[in-house]
T-cell receptor, first 114, second 115 residues
Framework: SQTIHQWPATLVQPVGSPLSLECTVE??????LYWYRQAAGRGLQLLFY??????ISSEVPQNLSASRPQDRQFILSSKKLLLSDSGFYLC?????????????FGQGTRLTVV | DAKTTQPNSMESNEEEPVHLPCNHS???????IHWYRQLPSQGPEYVIH???SNVNNRMASLAIAEDRKSSTLILHRATLRDAAVYYC????????????????FGKGTRLHILP
């Protein structure tokens, strides 16, 4: 069966520090991968999505970046965090061209920038 | 991207049916209608999806209008655990060259269940 792992679950980082959040998927190949952010009391904002290794599409301009070094690994990074980067970060995957199947979400990382 | 419109919030009594509406008047013929829900402090979870015909699963039913411009998620007997934000999403196919499958969430409907 397929599973998605996202870590860490919670993170407190000072302003200006770097960030690296990792997401891995097991039990499938060539998935579409997504990073979302949810600010407190707000909706889910799509940050990045990837349809293959090294293929990243950015949805909003920001000081975050994403990379996909392996087929089932998706990394969200920042060189210098801002206070506004605080939020609930979620990784998700879907099957390639899987419109007729569901998206699976990780448990999320709650990031607090102080 | 095709857009969806949902009420901001709804209330229902426990053990009664709940009908959550979604308007998607700009839907195209190949867009799938998906529903997800998000419980507090958790990632969204899949509820149900459909294309043209009504769909049933263990969690809910999905009623799709004949012109596909609206749909309704039906929870047959709401429990307190069904209190969540419910999202209605359209998923459009990419082309053969473009595998894009952006999954864009709207604001959803916050469902409150009254004991």
């Amino acid at each position: 069966s397929q599973t998605i792992h996202q870590w860490p679950a919670t993170l407190v980082q000072p302003v200006g520090s770097p960030l690296s959040l990792e997401c891995t998927v097991e039990g499938t190949s060539n998935p579409n991968l997504y990073w979302y952010r949810q600010a407190a009391g707000r909706g889910l904002q799509l940050l990045f999505y990837s349809v293959g290794i090294g293929q990243i599409s950015s949805e909003v301009p920001q000081n975050l970046s994403a990379s996909r070094p392996q087929d089932r690994q998706f990394i969200l990074s920042s060189k210098k965090l801002l206070l506004s980067d605080s939020g609930f970060y979620l990784c998700a995957w879907t099957r390639d061209r899987g419109l007729n199947t569901e998206a699976f979400f990780g448990q999320g990382t709650r990031l607090t920038v102080v | 991207d095709a857009k969806t419109t949902q009420p901001n919030s709804m209330e229902s009594n426990e053990e009664e049916p709940v009908h959550l509406p979604c308007n998607h008047s700009t839907i195209s013929g190949t867009d799938y209608i998906h529903w997800y829900r998000q419980l507090p402090s958790q990632g969204p979870e899949y509820v149900i999806h459909g294309l043209t015909s009504n769909v049933n699963n263990r969690m809910a039913s999905l009623a799709i209008a004949e012109d596909r411009k609206s749909s309704t998620l039906i929870l047959h007997r709401a429990t307190l655990r069904d209190a969540a934000v419910y999202y209605c999403i359209l998923r459009a196919p990419g082309s053969l060259l473009n595998r894009d499958d952006k999954i864009i969430f709207g604001k959803g409907t916050r469902l409150h269940i009254l004991p």
